[in-house]
Each structure stands twice: as C-alpha cells, then as structure tokens.
C-alpha cells in the first residue's frame, strides 16, 4: 500500500507562488494516476488537477487553469503542484491521492490512497 506525504504548503500573498510536492514511499508509485484536491474552509472537496502514471496527460480545473500545473518525476516518486498568481480563494487544505491505474481522473471516488494534505492559506 502506497502512502503519500504532501509538502510545501504555508503562508503567501495574493500574487504568490508555492510549490507543493507529493512523495511516495512505494517504488511502484510510477504505475499510479495521480490528483491533487483540496478542500477550503466551508467547502466541498473538489478537483484540482490530475497526471496518468506516465506524466502524460496532466489536465488542470477550469479555475486553475493558465495558473497551476501538475507535474511529476517517477525517479524521485513524487508529484508537483505549481501554483502561481494565487487567490484568496485558493486558501484550502490540499491533497494528493493515487489510483492504481495509469489514467488521471477528477472524480475523487476513484482514488485509492491518500496523503494527508498541506495548507496552503493567505495572507494578504
């Protein structure tokens, strides 16, 4: 069983940037689709971006879009969340899971494991 440690989180001003990194502890991390959600205060968790097992593929939300981009380096076992021109409302905790399948999905049902997120949250 794969288990996901999430970091790179904190404090950042409207404008910022952060880089949030996920890490795995199982080399078989590399057969995995991964995503990254997050869920803001008051919210429902929803869908951030995602990356097949191959680093194929990435797709990013509507809003995030042209501001975030998931990435990931299966010879290190982890995967990137790049996360510029941030907002307010990007305030949340974020989360990344993975699915023992190689394509990415946004439907968070259909991920297996999960880390225990990071949070990210303004300061402005």
């Known amino acids: 069983q794969v288990q996901l440690v999430e970091s790179g989180g904190g404090l950042v001003q409207a404008g910022g940037s952060l880089r949030l990194s996920c890490a795995a502890s199982d080399h078989t991390f590399s057969t995995y689709a ?12 929803e869908f951030v971006a995602a990356i097949s097992s191959s680093g194929g593929s990435p797709h990013t939300a509507e809003g995030v879009k042209g ?46 494991y999960w880390g225990r997120g990071t949070r990210v949250t303004d300061s402005s």
């Open 67 to 112: 501001r975030f981009t998931i990435s990931r380096d299966n010879a290190k076992n982890t995967v990137y969340l790049q996360m510029n021109s941030l907002k307010p409302e990007d305030t949340a905790g974020y989360y990344c899971a993975a699915k023992n399948t190689p394509l990415r999905g946004s439907d968070y049902t259909r991920y297996h």
């Open 34 to 45: 991964v995503g990254w959600f997050r869920q803001g205060p008051g919210k429902e968790r």
